[in-house]
């Protein structure tokens, strides 16, 4: 089961795509689901995800990746075609 963090409240969800439980928040465009991909345990140990959790819940915002590796993200949602599956 992949973990991965709600990119708007820090909660773990068991996939990166799918709606919070906690806040019912989907990831919706190419960068949310961008970061909901790279906030997952694929990335990053889960330790590391607890301390991203916690700044999220703290700050009320998702901590910024370098650009190359947000377009890196975004270029491989766009690639695997995961928004266009969401749109329809």
């Known amino acids: 089961m992949t973990i991965a963090l709600c990119v708007r409240c820090g909660s773990k969800k068991s996939g990166a795509m ?3 439980r906690s806040c019912d928040h ?3 465009d190419a960068k949310e689901m961008a970061y909901s991909t ?3 345990d694929h990335y990053f140990d889960v330790e590391v995800l607890e301390q991203i959790a916690a700044e999220i819940r703290k700050t009320g915002k998702c901590p910024l990746l370098p650009p ?3 377009e ?3 270029r491989a949602i766009a690639e695997a ?3 266009r599956s969401f749109s329809n």
């Open 72 to 74: 890196k993200f975004i």
């Open 68 to 70: 190359v590796q947000e």
């Open 38 to 40: 790279a906030l997952s």
């Open 26 to 28: 989907a990831p919706s």
């Open 18 to 20: 799918i709606a919070c």
């Open 81 to 83: 075609g995961i928004l």
